[in-house]
């Protein structure tokens, strides 16, 4: 039987669109997609999956069948024919792909878009209006940094000092080696990144998070409760803010789930909006490398009910007043060394009398 | 008579009887003959790739499980900064410039290179500063990974991250010294019969790589020694302590390194092209539209280097910018691939090893290039940025494209080079052992990315293990798999069968002196009878069958009267219709 190449060509095409069609929406090569965000983006991907699908079959299958179809057969030591080019052919051949990349940039810029990229509050005002903070004991946690909060409008100062400032973070944080306590006022940088969407534009975020980075653990600080954690917990359904900084070198906060990376650089702040819509744990990975243990800076996102962020903010609250008002407790002038080590020996399950006994044996 | 014996006929007058054979000491001299340089770069960074190839093994036997169990944290940071920095500045940089300093001068008809004390000295700096990088490793090795960002490179080891810096810096002014010497000798050196339009399309690709070099290494160096002054004198360019921008270090950084890519992967886009051309008994198909598209993806390549900086901060219309010229720069890269199908479609293919390798790299580069234009744009990119899907890309480009190129280039000049021909057999062995790692290394790797698996960490979640298993076999195979060449290349370069002077019976200068060539390459000045691509034209009134052809018109035809033809010089056209 012969059938016109014309007919082969047809019918190959429409195989290679239907491939092509089929792959690019059941890849399943992105995990979950837990945000808003996250299906925007991950139908970009699919769309360029299937172009590229198509692309890529159609040259490695032209490569495969000229391997066979037009090797030099035994004996035959001629040339082949004398084709030197064909401008309509390469005309063809520059228009489509240009076509093709035009219409991935429209997409892509449109997705950007959609994500809230060109968020305008983000170039000209910070992000965030400065909040008054409503934190027990924070008095203490200014007597312990060296060099006290300097006065001078300083937008990285106004926007660290809400995560610098609490006392959780006090045995973890060196405060000589925080870029953000020297005054640098060629670095008031806030980097534009991620905002907010623009159906959202202009509306405070549902709730705001602080992000401080350094080597190698990640601090969430909630700014209106006192709440500090290690762990980033978010109610499923509100548009959540998260700004960031580093301490020491650049680190990257990145939740696959989320599809969203954004740099937490030292010396600047930057921010992601980004609305969860599926409740689950998420891994939250450092994504730049930041030193030996990279590797292992990852924590965990939870995404859960209002009802249950609630009751975990509450939890934290009041853990965090208890350790603040032992802390406030503790003048050790005023106290014997019983009394002083008290709190910690009785974590450790020791007893004052214990103790006493020591004391009167080493005499 | 073929074509190749025209062109071989007429150039008799300007072939030297005798092989310009060389005693093994010459590669050890400061030699200002250009084969002997091209060898000694080529030799040089094969050496260096077998270096970065044990780094390399390391870092994925590291990986082959979840937890940290075969070197430590520290170590494992520098195998892969090591690994990195070579492969790039030490391997594929300096082997396109091994095969510039061997092709150009042949290629153009000249008898060595403008400046051949300058391109002496510029290989010689190489080995110190290999040497120099490799030395760091037993001190104190520099373990900020290969693109050095500070902060993190300004507090980890000072000597280490010292001998990166002056490492690099001495190879940037080997790169410049070199590029200067191919733009010079490009534009200045040809054969009088040879205009830019009859030059064979390496030298197309060397021109432009040369451009690049010399627009950006001067960026490179200045950014490496704004940071050797914040690492070594405590200036405060990038520390933010002081207020310095480390984004800053990161723009002039990619200013460079962004078109280090294009360094890397232009020369082999050149040798490609001939490589294809010669094995398939055709013509290259559009062989102008070929040359520009390089000056294209040249100029191109200059402004699109944010895109590796999605996730920095960068405001939202710079990231647009960059999204869009980053996708446009696929379209002259398509041109490219598009023209090697075309080139290969209705052709006579010899598929011998230097065919089967410039395939493969077609059929490989292309994954890369669809990888490339998926991360530009922006809301992916922000997804899969620093994770292993970058890993798989960068490795689909640099091995599966401008690797798999050196090989092509390799078998296809060895016999020129040393008067001998590889063995078939072995070649193809190597080839297909070299196919099938490539795509068990890498290919896995993009799914790991995409699923959560970001890069340069020693240690990972259990759930990535089975494809961590997977990529790590495969790089041992990619490691067995130069075995049959290192043997095969140095068999045959000892007892080799004679190759004879043109024994693939190509068209371009080159052929047209002994293999290998004599001292001053030729006699008398060489000429183009044909064109550098005129296969098949024994007849050149062949019908030729291309679909929106029409012969009558040049702007329209397919055949020898097309407007994208490489033409012979009309004066000594062995076929009557070229003269003019």
Known sequence: ?363 | MTQAQLQETANQPALIEEPGVRNWRDYFTFNTDHKVIGIQYLVTTFVFYCIGGVLADLVRTELKTPEVDFVSREVYNSLFTLHGTIMIFLWVVPAGVGFGNYLIPLMIGARDMAFPRLNALAFWIIPPAGLLLIASLLVDAPDAGWTSYPPLSLTTGQIGQSAWIFCLLLLGTSSILGALNFMVTILKMRTPGMTVHQMPLFCWSMFATSALVLLTTPVLAGVLILLAFDLLAGTMFFNPTGGGNPVVYQHMFWFYSHPAVYIMILPFFGAISDIISVHSRKPLFGYKAVAYSSLAISFLGTIVWAHHMFTSGTPGWLRMFFMITTMIISVPTGIKIFSWLATLWGGKLRLNSALLFAMSFVGMFVIGGITGVMVAAVPFDIHVHDTYFIVAHIHYVLFGGSVLGIYAAIYHWFPKMTGRMLNEFWGKVHCALTFVGLNLTFMPMHALGMMGMNRRISEYDPKFESLNFLCTMGSYLLAVSTFPFIINAIWSWMYGPKAGNNPWDALTLEWMTTSPPAIENFDELPVLATGPYDYGMSNRNTEVDVPLADEREPVLAAGPSSVLRAEPDPNVAANPEDRK
Request: charged content about 15%; glycine content about 6%; some cysteine.
């Open chain 1, 1 to 363: 039987m012969n059938i016109p190449s014309s007919i082969w060509t047809l019918l190959i095409g429409i195989a290679l669109t239907l491939v092509s069609l089929w792959y690019g929406q059941n890849n399943h090569l992105l995990p979950t997609a837990a945000t808003d965000e996250a299906v925007l983006v991950d139908g970009l991907f699919n769309a360029m999956m299937t172009v590229s699908v198509g692309i890529f079959l159609l040259v490695e299958g032209i490569l495969i069948y000229c391997a066979f179809k037009y090797r030099r057969r035994p004996g035959d030591n001629s040339d082949g024919p004398p084709v030197f080019g064909n401008v309509p052919l390469e005309a063809l051949w520059t228009l489509i792909p240009a076509i093709i990349v035009i219409g991935i940039s429209v997409y892509s810029f449109d997705v950007y878009n959609e994500m809230g990229g060109f968020n305008p509050h983000d170039v000209h005002e910070p992000p965030v209006a400065q909040k008054p903070m409503k934190m027990p004991g924070s008095a203490i946690a200014a007597t312990l940094s060296d060099t006290p909060p300097s006065t001078a409008p300083n937008l990285n100062q106004q926007k660290s000092e809400e995560a610098r400032l609490d006392p959780a973070t006090a045995s973890v944080r060196n405060d000589d080696q925080i870029p953000q306590q020297r005054n640098a006022p060629g670095v008031g940088v806030v980097a534009p990144t991620i905002g907010s969407s623009p159906d959202k534009q202009g509306k405070p975020p549902g709730l705001a998070v602080n992000v401080t980075a350094m080597q190698f653990a990640w601090i969430f600080t909630y700014p209106d409760t006192g709440v500090v954690s290690s762990e980033l917990h978010v109610p499923v359904g509100r548009e959540v803010m998260v700004n960031m900084t580093a301490n020491d070198v650049i680190h990257a906060f990145w939740v696959p789930e989320f599809r969203l990376k954004q740099d937490a650089i030292p010396g600047m702040q930057s921010e992601i909006r980004f609305t969860p819509r599926i409740m689950g744990t998420y891994p939250l990975i450092c994504a730049e490398l930041c030193g030996p243990y990279h590797g292992a800076m990852n924590t965990k996102v939870i995404v859960e009910t209002p009802e249950a962020y609630n009751q975990w903010i509450q939890e934290q609250q009041v853990a965090s007043i208890e350790e603040l008002n032992q802390a406030v407790a503790v003048k050790p002038a005023d106290l014997s060394p019983t009394e002083f080590l008290a709190p910690y020996t009785s974590n450790l399950g020791i007893q004052p009398e214990i103790l006493k006994q020591i004391h009167t044996n080493h005499h």
